[in-house]
């Protein structure tokens, strides 16, 4: 995993501590630019490279493995995962032509009928690893924003009848982080996500979107959970346990059969089988 780090780079390192190897852009000119600061760590390597924005945080693995697999089975040497956007303004937009011939045209650079396409770049890639490296060098900058794009080495493909592309099932997942207001949103998606997902694991909640759900908290079936329960950290909650609402509870296990009445809050706790609190 390589990480390309520009605005606020020490404090970004300092998070990801050993779980990424760490380049730095600077100065910024663009996303073509920022991959090709990663070339010096992909020499030697054959296969497929993943481009992920890092401001993306709902994207799902099982999404990437149908983008990898596409890549594979159409023998690509670019693939772009795109999504429809109710509102596809600021987004580049995806423009097909006949047969296998793709482009993405930035937002800024667009004409009015390339801008009224809802089809637009999630800004998520797989690229076939000797293609990339290759054509990195061979970006230009005669655009309005006098930047390197990554989204050129698509048409770059398409002129080779080689780029693909695979439409994100779920437009959440291509949700981006720029400001408090899209951070606010992308944590409510999650938090529909997975409570959506627990239910599904046989776990009633009485008020499902006054929950809030730590990702690492682990529920079993059965459990019912009140109005505004906030569970963090690794809480595990047991079979048949009932919380009846306003707990606050992190790091905490609870056996089953387990009842939990109002207003409870534990911190590193242990709650017995069949206990009432």
Known sequence: TIVVIGRGADAVRALLEDRATCVVQEPRLGTGHAVAQAKS???????????????????????????VA?????????TVLSMIADDPTGYGRIVRGPGSDLRIVEHVDATDDERAIDEVNSGTYCFDAGFLLTSLGKLGR???QKEYYLTDLIAMAAAKGTAACEVLRDPDEGLGV???????TVELALQ???VADWMDKGVTFLDPDSAYLGPDVRLAPDVVIGPSVVLLGRT???EGTRLDGASWLNDT???RDAWLRWGVGADGARVSRAARV
């Open 41 to 67: 760590a992909l020499v030697g390597f054959r296969g497929q490279v993943l481009v992920l924005c890092g401001d993306v945080p709902l994207l799902r693995a099982a999404t990437l493995k149908r983008l």
């Open 70 to 78: 596409r890549h594979r089975r159409l023998g690509a040497d670019a």
């Open 142 to 144: 005669t655009n309005v």
């Open 178 to 184: 720029n400001s408090r207001l899209d951070l606010a």
């Open 253 to 255: 296990s609870v056996d």
């Open 192 to 194: 529909r996500r997975l």
């Open 236 to 238: 595990r909650i047991g």
